[in-house]
């Protein structure tokens, strides 16, 4: 059974860096430890969310091309497996990752769609099915699945983000063998 679970972003203290000094190499080892804290707290993360996360955590609002350039030198240091699933680099903490995490308004608890790891999205979409015997019985239509994995991430309202979310984590599941069409047009946990 997959477990719902809140979102929450690590605590970590912002500390005010010059960016040349940043660069310089001056922090690489604080910057390491940091994304281990990161992905320790947060995984499964995106690359594209630790690296926001690490960078906010500097002080900096924005990934430049000076920046990227650095975090692409130092990002092989993280201590955590990582996998391409799609168009994302996810991070694993190596743990049980059979859970979902759903954001709210707060902002220590808040994810765009974009920033959700599709493995975790995935674990919501199977949930859609373990937690209803009656919808893992008879199946789904595509439709009827998109909206109950909406809700299942806290979702309320479409838009192009949450739709690419929704049509990788299916297409994921579906090369996977994680989900199935049945004969009747709809699709059931495999």
């Not at 500097?58 to 350039?69: A, D, H, T, V, Y």
């Given at each position: 059974m997959?477990?719902?679970?809140?979102?929450e972003a690590t605590a970590l203290t912002i500390l005010s860096?010059?960016?040349d000094d940043f660069l310089s190499g001056m922090y690489t080892d604080t910057a390491?430890?940091?994304m281990d804290e990161i992905v320790d707290c947060e995984g499964p993360i995106?690359?594209?969310?630790?690296?926001?996360?690490?960078?906010?955590?500097?002080g900096f609002q924005k990934i430049g091309s000076r920046l990227s350039e650095y975090l692409d030198s130092i990002k092989d240091r993280i201590s955590y497996p990582k996998e391409r699933v799609r168009s994302q680099v996810i991070y694993h903490t190596g743990r049980n990752e059979d859970f979902y995490r759903i954001s709210d308004d707060g902002i220590?608890?808040?994810?765009?769609?974009?920033?959700i790891p599709i493995t975790e999205a995935a674990n919501a979409m199977l949930a859609v099915f373990e937690d209803d015997p009656a919808i893992e019985a008879k199946g789904l239509l595509k439709k009827e699945l998109f909206r109950l994995f909406l809700e299942k991430l806290g979702y309320s309202k479409r838009g192009s983000q949450i739709d690419r979310l929704f049509e990788d984590t299916f297409a994921f599941l579906k090369e996977n063998?994680?989900?199935?069409?049945?004969?009747?047009g709809?699709?059931?946990k495999s």
């Amino acid at each position: 059974m997959m477990e719902k679970r809140e979102y929450e972003a690590t605590a970590l203290t912002i500390l005010s860096v010059d960016l040349d000094d940043f660069l310089s190499g001056m922090y690489t080892d604080t910057a390491v430890k940091r994304m281990d804290e990161i992905v320790d707290c947060e995984g499964p993360i995106t690359e594209e969310l630790l690296m926001k996360r690490l960078v906010n955590s500097f002080g900096f609002q924005k990934i430049g091309s000076r920046l990227s350039e650095y975090l692409d030198s130092i990002k092989d240091r993280i201590s955590y497996p990582k996998e391409r699933v799609r168009s994302q680099v996810i991070y694993h903490t190596g743990r049980n990752e059979d859970f979902y995490r759903i954001s709210d308004d707060g902002i220590e608890r808040y994810r765009f769609s974009y920033q959700i790891p599709i493995t975790e999205a995935a674990n919501a979409m199977l949930a859609v099915f373990e937690d209803d015997p009656a919808i893992e019985a008879k199946g789904l239509l595509k439709k009827e699945l998109f909206r109950l994995f909406l809700e299942k991430l806290g979702y309320s309202k479409r838009g192009s983000q949450i739709d690419r979310l929704f049509e990788d984590t299916f297409a994921f599941l579906k090369e996977n063998g994680g989900i199935i069409k049945k004969s009747n047009g709809k699709f059931k946990k495999s």
